[in-house]
């Protein structure tokens, strides 16, 4: 039966340890979506942001991000990641994100995927509430993830591409 990791056996929160674990080869991909008015969407379109290009700064927000994890989610262990990267893509709802994130190493990177994505998303919110205040930062989950004692892990039903409906 699987247990909550981060408990002793006693129930205090404590860090895992990882030192008798093999370093392996670890990637995770996690989404997001930022639901917007089509007004907005026409807007970033245009690059008509007060603030720049959100897509472009989304996309360094959420490598930076990854890159940080461990400083921001506190029983995450520093990793040496060996790549990010963070896309976001124009839709006709809103906007898409996608991150992934890669390291060698005796622990996963589904945290770091998943913060790149939350964290180009805030952007994305940021960067467009002098448009829109409503929007909605909504489907964060992890997608895929391989490597590791529990090997390759596959979101059914994962929606990604053009997305469809009212905005």
């Known amino acids: 039966m699987n247990q909550l990791s981060h408990y002793d056996k006693a129930g205090r929160v404590r860090m895992v340890d990882v030192t008798a674990k093999p370093a392996t080869s670890r990637t995770a991909v996690a989404h997001a979506f930022v639901r917007m008015k089509r007004a907005t969407i ?14 472009e700064i989304a996309r360094i927000a959420g490598i930076i991000a990854a890159k940080r994890t461990s400083e921001l989610i506190p029983l995450c262990h520093p990793l040496a990641l060996t790549h990010v990267d963070v896309r976001a ?52 989950y992890l997608v895929k993830k391989s490597g590791g004692r529990s090997g390759t892990y596959v979101r059914s039903g994962a929606r990604t591409g053009v997305r469809s409906g009212k905005s």
């Open 42 to 55: 026409a807007s970033v379109r245009r690059l008509k942001s007060p603030k720049g290009n959100p897509l």
């Open 89 to 140: 893509k124009l839709c006709q709802n809103g906007i898409e994100i996608t991150s992934e994130a890669t390291a060698t190493g005796p622990t996963g990177v589904e945290m770091e995927a998943l913060v790149g994505a939350s964290v180009a998303a805030l952007t994305i919110y940021d960067m467009c509430k002098a448009l829109e205040r409503g929007m909605e930062i909504t489907e964060l």
